[in-house]
């Protein structure tokens, strides 16, 4: 991690012991700008700092001297933007908790990871049969022009619009757009979504394991403009969790000899924010009656009673409920609910009107945007959003929507790394050597002894429910799933 990577800059700035990581810093003060690095950093800051101190009279001031000024600096800014709380009660402790779960990494099965291998490349061997035998000609699958080539003028489908450079597009959209206009269709997108998992993760990941059989991922701090952690080398938090193949790809990770793992994940963390921050009477209270809070919207929408919602307006009600924490708007929407945008923009203004408190959060917080040119997490975090006042249209109807999924995914964010101190703090799970071992979003992995599993994880679902964002305690209850097993799959 970057604590053991960088020693020489983890100064102590002012007081002892409260040391300073220059990066997370950096990071704070600008979450877009992708290097927090001791070389990009002197360069962008070095030449400032090094006027300020000649004109102290100080001589050429060396690395350290520059390194101590520029946390000094770095510390005012935070302290002038709010962020030092932030800076000092959570991401700074965060560190050695990362670090520890790098460190820890997970164990795989590789015999599980074997078999699930072998059963994807004979599927895979057969689907590529069938797909010659239905394009009525061989050809690399996997290469976006010969692809193109097949569908567009060998079996004479209508072609989409092009790419940059000229060729005819061959994405995830196009294809599902011609699902239903030839057979060989649906058997490349399954070919895809196999060679994915093949060529993403059964294929490289048994690489990776240490003498241990365990596996070591990288989380990195800095790499959201919405504070959530990202995890590279290799990426565990994108493994996938549905279907009968994610069942499958998550049971190959398994908790060592006489160890079990404990699975707790947030329910809805995102919208039990979103009520909170915009204190909307319909979805507080549908979360305080421990209601199905997509029934309920759907129920609002259509005007009907909620045990008369059907699963497909259910399915509307929680599409638009999600999508809008993402900021989609009536194009998106109406391709993803396959209705008109007309419709969706429909569906859109009723949902807002019978949403009001919703309907006013979000007007509230591009406003402030709008004002203050950026947006605040319950956490306290910041993101800038220069382009909110753009003239062009589309690069402000992006920066609304950065601001709204900021506010929303940025105080989530907040509460999972509150939850993971607050698990890596206590005192009891030490006693019961329960290790924190990966972070995925809403969902914390731990390893514990097996006849220490139930207390470790109705002690940890405890900790999750009980986080206060900045002190402050939700109008919602936050509501923890939890499980223990052998394997990742059986635990989740």
């Given at each position: 991690g970057m604590l053991t990577s960088a020693p020489c800059w983890q100064f102590l700035a002012g007081r002892a012991g409260d040391s300073i990581e220059q990066g997370v810093a950096a990071y704070l003060l600008n979450p877009e700008e992708n290097d927090y690095g001791w070389?990009?950093?002197?360069?962008?800051?070095?030449?400032?700092?090094?006027?300020e101190l000649e004109s102290r009279g100080e001589t050429a001031p060396g690395p350290a001297r520059l390194g101590l000024a520029m946390a000094q600096l770095f510390e005012q800014r935070m302290e002038k933007d709010g962020l030092l709380e932030l800076f000092r009660r959570l991401e700074m402790p965060l560190l050695p908790v990362l670090a520890g779960m790098e460190?820890?990494?997970?164990?795989?099965?590789?015999?599980?990871?074997?078999?699930?291998?072998?059963?994807?490349?004979?599927?895979l061997d057969q689907l590529t049969a069938h797909v010659y035998e239905l394009a009525g000609t061989q050809f690399n699958i996997r290469s976006a022009q010969q692809l193109g080539d097949v569908l567009f003028n060998g079996l004479g489908l209508p072609a989409p619009r092009k790419t940059k450079g000229g060729q005819a597009s061959t994405s995830q959209q196009t294809l599902e757009k011609l699902a239903g206009q030839h057979p060989v269709v649906d058997s490349i997108l399954q070919y895809r979504k196999l060679e994915k998992m093949r060529s993403t993760y059964l294929d490289p990941l048994p690489r990776l394991v240490d003498p241990q059989g365990r596996i070591h991922t990288t989380f990195n701090q800095k790499a959201t403009a919405t504070g959530r952690l990202s995890?590279?080398?290799?990426?565990?938090?994108?493994?996938?969790?549905?279907?009968?193949?994610?069942?499958?790809?998550?049971?190959?990770?398994?908790?060592?000899?006489g160890r079990l793992l404990v699975s707790a994940d947030y329910s809805q963390v995102e919208l039990r924010v979103l009520a909170h921050?915009?204190?909307?009477?319909?979805?507080?209270?549908?979360?305080?009656?421990?209601?199905?809070?997509?029934?309920?919207?759907?129920?609002?929408?259509?005007?009907?009673?909620?045990?008369?919602?059907?699963?497909?307006?259910?399915r509307n009600a929680k599409t638009i409920n999600f999508g809008l924490i993402y900021g989609m708007g009536a194009q998106k929407l109406a391709q993803e609910l396959k209705i008109s945008t007309t419709q969706a923009k429909d569906f859109i203004a009723r949902y807002f009107e019978r949403l009001q408190g919703l309907k006013e959060f979000y007007e509230?917080?591009?406003?402030?945007?709008?004002k203050h040119g950026f947006v605040t997490t319950l956490g306290g975090r910041r993101r800038l959003l220069p382009d909110i006042n753009s003239a062009s249209g589309q690069?402000?109807?992006?920066?609304?929507?950065?601001?709204?999924?900021?506010?929303?995914?940025?105080?989530?964010?907040?509460?999972?790394?509150?939850?993971?101190?607050?698990?890596?703090?206590?005192?009891?799970?030490?006693?019961?050597?329960?290790?924190?071992?990966?972070?995925?979003?809403?969902?914390?992995?731990?390893?514990v002894p097996a006849d220490a599993a139930e207390e470790a994880g109705a002690l940890v679902a405890r900790l999750m429910q009980d986080v206060c964002p900045a002190g402050k305690e939700l109008s919602v209850p936050l509501l923890v799933d939890w499980g223990t097993g052998h394997d990742w799959g059986a635990a989740h």
């Open positions: 070389p990009r950093l002197s360069a962008r800051w070095g030449a400032v700092l090094r006027h460190q820890s990494g997970v164990a795989i099965d590789a015999a599980a990871f074997r078999a699930f291998l072998d059963d994807v490349q004979g599927r995890s590279s080398n290799p990426n565990l938090q994108n493994i996938p969790v549905r279907g009968p193949l994610g069942k499958r790809m998550r049971s190959c990770f398994i908790a060592g000899p921050v915009s204190q909307d009477p319909a979805l507080l209270e549908a979360f305080r009656n421990g209601e199905d809070i997509h029934a309920r919207t759907a129920a609002l929408v259509y005007d009907l009673p909620p045990d008369q919602v059907s699963p497909d307006q259910r509230g917080v591009e406003a402030s945007a709008r690069a402000a109807a992006l920066a609304r929507r950065q601001a709204i999924n900021t506010v929303i995914q940025g105080s989530a964010a907040d509460i999972i790394k509150l939850a993971m101190l607050a698990v890596a703090r206590d005192e009891r799970l030490r006693e019961l050597d329960a290790r924190l071992l990966l972070q995925v979003h809403d969902e914390l992995l731990l390893e």
